[in-house]
């Protein structure tokens, strides 16, 4: 059954002794985390005695995985699971599943739904990769990157599709988009970044897929004067990297 709009779990329940979770009982992550409830299918114990299917629904979601509510107790640090996140009207077997661990699970305040903390095992949400995709994405994570706020617009050519969204993270060779909508895999397109009176215009291509989440491109041969654009905003940014 579905759960929706459920309270997060508190800091007590959670055992949070050195302030790591806010007063809300949120993790305070480096990581922006998007509150969105969505259906997720998880799988457990492959290939054992113990396999199991369960449904729940997410709390909120990052580039880094997902806090998910089930009815089902049970779950243990460390156990590795199957998720899919459904969109309406697939079904399970129809969407790729992202492979995860649990980092915690506790009881919620209800004392009947079980607040699930998963982590993504890989960065990269889809299971084809073709190896210009992969070299895409190891060169882009050779630069530092730096959380960044700013709209963003990616144009598909040559059908001229608009989609419009935000970017959360941005480096010398690329930058994160937040965006409930996605482009697919391995699609090339143009980008504009638009920040006060300044934008940064260029081509791009999606490495990597993160559904209902957003998306990342790796910037294609900027011209000089976008690059000088990107490199003045670079500079002007706070000193912390994210990891």
């Known amino acids: 059954m579905a759960i929706t709009n459920t309270p997060s779990p508190n800091a007590m329940e959670m055992?949070?002794?050195?302030?790591?979770?806010?007063p809300d009982g949120r993790d305070r992550r480096r990581r922006h985390r998007a509150r969105v409830t969505l259906p997720v299918h998880?799988?457990?114990?492959?290939?054992?005695?113990?396999?199991?299917?369960d449904d729940g629904t997410t709390i909120d979601a990052s580039l880094d995985g997902l806090l998910v509510a089930t009815n089902r107790g049970g779950y243990r640090t460390g156990q590795l699971l199957e998720i899919t996140i459904v969109p309406a009207g697939e079904t399970a077997a129809a969407v790729t599943s992202q492979?995860?661990?649990?980092?915690?699970?506790?009881?919620?305040?209800?004392h009947l739904t079980h607040a699930v903390a998963l982590e993504y095992?890989?960065?990269?949400?889809?299971?084809?990769?073709?190896?210009?995709?992969?070299?895409?994405?190891?060169?882009?994570?050779?630069?530092?990157?730096?959380?960044?706020?700013?709209?963003?617009?990616?144009?598909?050519?040559?059908?001229?599709?608009?989609?419009?969204?935000?970017?959360?993270?941005?480096s010398r060779n690329g930058c994160f988009v937040d965006s409930l909508s996605h482009l697919r895999l391995d699609m090339e397109l143009n980008l504009r970044i638009c920040r006060g009176d300044e934008t940064f215009a260029t081509s791009g291509k999606i490495i990597y897929v993160r559904p209902w989440i957003g998306m990342g491109v790796v910037f294609l041969d900027p011209p000089k004067g976008q690059m000088d654009i990107l490199e003045s905003w670079l500079v002007r940014l706070p000193s912390t990297v994210v990891m």
């Open 15 to 22: 055992g949070d002794s050195k302030g790591r979770f806010g």
């Open 121 to 170: 095992l890989s960065s990269v949400m889809s299971s084809k990769s073709n190896s210009n995709s992969t070299t895409a994405l190891t060169s882009r994570r050779a630069f530092p990157r730096y959380r960044f706020f700013a709209n963003a617009e990616l144009i598909q050519s040559p059908s001229a599709f608009r989609l419009s969204g935000r970017v959360t993270e941005i």
């Open 42 to 53: 998880i799988r457990g114990g492959m290939g054992s005695l113990d396999a199991f299917d």
């Open 99 to 110: 492979s995860a661990r649990v980092l915690r699970s506790v009881l919620m305040p209800n």
